[in-house]
Each structure stands twice: as structure tokens, then as C-alpha cells.
């Protein structure tokens, strides 16, 4: 099944369906003056980038999907908008599946302990305006068997979850319906927003390692606070939120 672009011809947002592009959120950068809710969506990327500069493998089978939005906000009052988007995801897969996946800190959505889509969220300037591009991938119908086996090795598919053929078109508008809705909702409706988010969380609760760079630490998760950090007590009994880096959760993608 092929994304198509007759399909998004009522959506909330304006959506430009690609055949294939390097990155979705490189591609939305490139576009210049793109109005405010521009949606790029494609079923294949070449060089498509994840979290702290990793790349992101995105055969045919995913959804790589990027929004641009531009909040009239600083930077300090849209810390929350990747938590904000990963509740938007899910509730698009829900809408779409009848399947509700955790979320493990920061933003990647998991089932079964195994990661279903990435979230990466970029703040750039267009003419002066700050702009923010939040680009999500989600394996649709993947054929895992094709990915890199460090990937294969932690992920699921919509296709493995449900053991159906998921429309990648059906799922692209349930995304961009709940991104719309994420977007009125991002300075009015966060701390309910939030709320479902720590409520989804698998990250709190749990044993964790914080990885910074070289550096290991282990600690317990205790909470998410209303930004999305990360709120927890190390081995020492004194207590931080994180907001950055990596988090390996105990049970979770090899930590054991
Ligand atoms: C991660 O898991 O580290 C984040 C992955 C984000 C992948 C999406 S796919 C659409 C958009 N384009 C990209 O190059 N990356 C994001």
C-alpha cells in the first residue's frame, strides 16, 4: 500500500505527499515561507536522522512524517512540545489500531517493550520566526527482517502488533488530525496533555541508566515533571529532572 496524496485532500493541515526524500525534516527546512502547519509525508527516506545525530533506517512499510509549526512562543514555553507530540502519535495510533503504546522517555512509542515510532523535534528560525519541525516515524507495516539487526533486535511493527496490512494512508491522517489538535492545544491544555503522558510513561518507576556522553549513572524514575523531564533520584538519594541525552530503561531494549 502506497501513500497517496488524493487521501489527504480534507485534512486539517496542508499535506505534500513524497514518493521518496533524503529526510522529511531536512526537506521541510529547505522549504522556505511554508505555511504554518505544512506537513511532508513519505513511505521511504534515504537519509533519514535521528535523536543525537544517530541516523534513523526508514525503509518502505514506515510512515516518515514531519510537521512544521510555528508557535508564536519562545523556546523556554515549547520545552514540553515533543512530549506533547508523542501523546498526539499515540493517540493516532490508537484512533487508527485500537493499540495504545507506552511511551519510554523521551519519545520513542513502544509495544511489547519494543520501539514502534521515533520523534524528533528541531527548532529552527525561518525569516525570523521560530519555527519548530517535528518529524516522527512510525514502522507501519515494516518488514523488520530489513532492518540493521541492532535495530531489528528492539523493534515491533503496526503489522506485528495487530497482525493486519495497516493503509499508511489511513495512519498519516489520524497523525496529522491529532497533530492539528496538538497544536491548539499547546499553550492552553498542557498540564492534561502531560498528565497522559506521565500516565503512559514505562520510564517511571523503573531502574534507569542516564547516559551523558561517556558518563553511566544509575537512578530510579520517579516522576515526569510539567516540561517532560525526567525526574530522578540517583544511587545517593539526591534527585534531578533530565532533560537531555539518553535514558536506557531496565527491562527495556537490552538493559537487563
Ligand atoms: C529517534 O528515534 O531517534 C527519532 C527518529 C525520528 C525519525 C523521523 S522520520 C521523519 C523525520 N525525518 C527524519 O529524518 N527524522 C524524523
Request: overall charge positive; charged content about 25%; hydrophobic content about 40%.
Amino acid at each position: 500500500m502506497q501513500l497517496r496524496q488524493d487521501a489527504f485532500s480534507d485534512s486539517p493541515f496542508p499535506v505534500q505527499v513524497l514518493r521518496e526524500t533524503d529526510s522529511t525534516n531536512d526537506a521541510l527546512k529547505r522549504m522556505r515561507s511554508a505555511p504554518h502547519g505544512t506537513v511532508l509525508v513519505t513511505g521511504r527516506q534515504t537519509k533519514g536522522r535521528g535523536r543525537l545525530g544517530r541516523s534513523f533506517f526508514s525503509p518502505e512499510g514506515g510512515v516518515y512524517l514531519s510537521v512544521l509549526l510555528k508557535p508564536n512562543a519562545p523556546a523556554s514555553e515549547l520545552l514540553h512540545l515533543t512530549a506533547m507530540a508523542a501523546v498526539a502519535v499515540r493517540r493516532a495510533i490508537n484512533d487508527c489500531c485500537g493499540v495504545a503504546p507506552d511511551i519510554k522517555w523521551t519519545n520513542d512509542l513502544v509495544y511489547g517493550g519494543r520501539k514502534l515510532c521515533g520523534i524528533l523535534t528541531e527548532l529552527v528560525r525561518q525569516e525570523g520566526a521560530l519555527c519548530a519541525i517535528i518529524g516522527i516515524g512510525v514502522n507501519c507495516s515494516t518488514d523488520l527482517a530489513q532492518l540493521p539487526p541492532e535495530v531489528r533486535d528492539v523493534a515491533t511493527s503496526l503489522r506485528k502488533i495487530t497482525g493486519r496490512q495497516i493503509d499508511p494512508n489511513d495512519l498519516a491522517r489520524c497523525m496529522v488530525r491529532r497533530l492539528f489538535e496538538m497544536d491548539a492545544a499547546l499553550l492552553t491544555e498542557k498540564k492534561a496533555w502531560m498528565a497522559e503522558y506521565a500516565a503512559a510513561c514505562v520510564t517511571v518507576g523503573k531502574p534507569v541508566q542516564v547516559v551523558s556522553g561517556a558518563e553511566r549513572r544509575s537512578a530510579f524514575a520517579e516522576g515526569i515533571d510539567e516540561n517532560g523531564a525526567l525526574l530522578v533520584r540517583w544511587d545517593n538519594g539526591e534527585t534531578a529532572a533530565v532533560s537531555t541525552g539518553e535514558v536506557s530503561v531496565r527491562g527495556m531494549y537490552g538493559y537487563i
